[in-house]
Nanobody, 114 residues
Framework: QVQLVESGGGLVQPGGSLRLSCAAS????????MGWYRQAPGKRRELVAT???????IYADSVKGRFTISRDNAKNTVALQMSSLEPEDTAVYYC????????WGQGTQVTVSS
């Protein structure tokens, strides 16, 4: 059974940084894309960044140049380093892994506010 455990959310001021981490268990994740989505109040869940099984990162236009995604296949983890955070980045962030089907973490709140 696939399980995803997220950590690292919180409150940060505009311009600040946060690092999200996700630990996956229950499968061989080398075949999975691993990444992060987010959902702000009243909005649809959207892709933030993902890394394919081949190691290629994909970013939403809104976070390019500010966020960096990385994965460690030996530890089955995926991390999202977020810098230059803006109030518009406020959302619940969800870890996601996909191979044939998608699995989701429970979500972690990120709030960017002064």
């Amino acid at each position: 059974q696939v399980q995803l455990v997220e950590s690292g959310g919180g409150l940060v001021q505009p311009g600040g940084s946060l690092r999200l981490s996700c630990a996956a268990s229950g499968s061989d994740f080398r075949l999975y894309a691993m990444g992060w989505y987010r959902q702000a109040p009243g909005k649809r869940r959207e892709l933030v960044a993902t890394v394919t099984s081949g190691g290629s990162p994909i970013y939403a236009d809104s976070v390019k140049g500010r966020f960096t995604i990385s994965r460690d296949n030996a530890k089955n983890t995926v991390a999202l380093q977020m810098s230059s955070l803006e109030p518009e980045d406020t959302a619940v962030y969800y870890c996601n892994v996909q191979h044939i089907r998608a699995y989701w973490g429970q979500g972690t709140q990120v709030t960017v506010s002064s």
